[in-house]
């Protein structure tokens, strides 16, 4: 099934769409989705590919683009075409004027558009973004469509154009809290393509019910083109209570009498300190100093329990993996021996975030794409979906595809 993938950043929606990839054999119920391992890998396993491919991509960060090409290179050749440095908004004015921007036959359109003007940690605006599509500053009277935080409505365009069965979009928990934004989402999604898709009501994911060592919360909305939904889907989609069998959300595989939670001590398995490590990804960490706990990302991690959110941040917002006694550290062991105070690395990050440990994000710059450094790192990590979750919801629309969709 072709997937158009909107709003890309470094590709963790796009990695758990497809499958294929190695994560903490943890991350995986084995008592629900043991057909999910593809291989056992020991304290690893590489999870089952799935029925999705990604033929389009587009971000407006060239960070992002660089780290998303260099890990899907080897299995598409034409990553870099797939790949398009562009805003949202630039590529429905190309295509509304005629050009042929995307491609046919989209099965589904999934888009994590943007959360800053949404977030609790943010300014909140909201549709008032003071941020346009392309991030710069608007004038105070400047008042436009294309701020930062209607990005949405372009991606509804997008879905209008290409008219796919199923579209997915992601966001922060923070917008479902802010008035009746989440309703009114709701309902301009659900005008796609002249009113032709049902946009079932908007939940909240919690990350580590899914697999995934991380508190993050987010809000997913789904949305399904009425005239490909075979008659039995249709009358479930619209009541108000989804059967299980056609709810699009996926089981909660791990936490209560589930499977135990992933902890930060299972993510950061056989990762070495920074100064004794081969992986630049964890070679590399903030070395912005200590603010005192008044200010965000002064806190260390536990351990054993799940990580902290990993914010799209400066250097100074990155979490401790270790803090010194002086500042209130807790992991004394540590500190015995002789293990000193720094923040959480990039590769660190990147595993809360259960990327596969081959991402490397720390890139030279070539002739293709720029490099890319710590800072940036963080910040295309802090942005992404965390791939295990991405594989859950993929993996349960997968299983119901055919129940949901009439026959091409």
């Known amino acids: 099934m072709n997937l158009l993938s909107l709003f890309s950043g470094c590709g963790g929606m796009d990695i ?6 190695v994560c903490l054999k943890k991350s995986i119920n084995p008592v629900l989705h043991s057909d999910w391992v593809k291989e056992d890998l020991g304290e690893w396993v590489k999870v089952a590919p799935t029925i999705f491919n990604t033929v389009f991509a587009n971000d407006i960060r060239p960070d992002a683009k660089a780290a998303w090409v260099s890990y899907f290179h080897s299995s598409k050749p034409d990553a870099n075409s797939i ?8 590529l429905v004015k190309r295509a509304k004027n005629g050009e042929k921007v995307f491609p046919e036959n989209i099965d589904i359109v999934t888009g994590g558009f943007p959360c800053q003007d949404f977030s609790i ?24 469509i294309e701020n930062r935080g209607q990005l949405y409505m372009w991606m509804r365009e997008v879905i209008s154009l290409t008219s796919p069965k199923l579209f997915i979009a992601e966001n922060v928990k923070g917008l479902t ?28 994911l919690y990350a580590p019910d899914y697999g995934v060592p991380q508190s993050r919360e987010r809000v997913i909305f789904f949305g399904f083109k009425k005239s490909a939904l075979t008659e039995e889907a249709l009358n479930a989609l619209t009541q108000s209570t989804i059967p299980d069998t056609f709810d699009p959300y ?8 589930l499977y135990p ?13 920074p100064e004794f490590s081969s992986d630049l990804s964890q070679q ?7 603010m005192g706990k008044h200010c965000q990302g002064q806190t260390e991690i536990k351990l054993n329990s799940v990580g902290p959110t990993i914010r799209s941040e400066h250097h100074g917002n990155i979490e401790y993996r270790r803090l010194s006694k002086e500042h209130g550290g807790n992991h004394l062991e540590e500190l015995a021996m002789g293990l000193s105070e720094r923040r959480l690395t990039v590769r660190e990050c990147a595993r809360l975030q259960t990327f596969p440990d081959e991402y490397q994000f720390i890139l030279p710059k070539t002739a293709e794409n ?20 991405a594989y859950n919801i993929a993996k349960n629309i997968e299983s119901k595809w055919l129940a949901y969709f009439k026959e091409a």
């Open 16 to 21: 758990g769409f497809e499958g294929n990839f």
């Open 177 to 204: 809290n802010l008035q009746d934004v989440k309703e009114i989402i709701e309902h301009d999604f659900s005008t796609a393509g002249n009113g032709g898709y049902i946009v079932v009501t908007a939940k909240v």
């Open 83 to 90: 790949y398009h440095l562009e805003s949202v908004v630039d």
């Open 370 to 389: 720029k490099s890319v450094s710590s800072s940036d790192a963080y910040k295309i990590i802090g942005n992404a979906v965390p791939c295990v979750l």
């Open 261 to 273: 939670y992933v902890t930060c001590t299972d993510a950061f398995v056989n990762l070495l300190e």
């Open 121 to 144: 940690a943010g300014k909140r605006l909201g549709f008032n973004s003071h941020k346009s599509h392309l991030g710069a500053a608007l004038a105070a009277d400047e008042a436009s």
């Open 284 to 290: 590399k960490y903030s070395k912005a100093k200590y």
């Open 250 to 257: 996926p089981q909660k595989t791990h936490g209560s009498t």
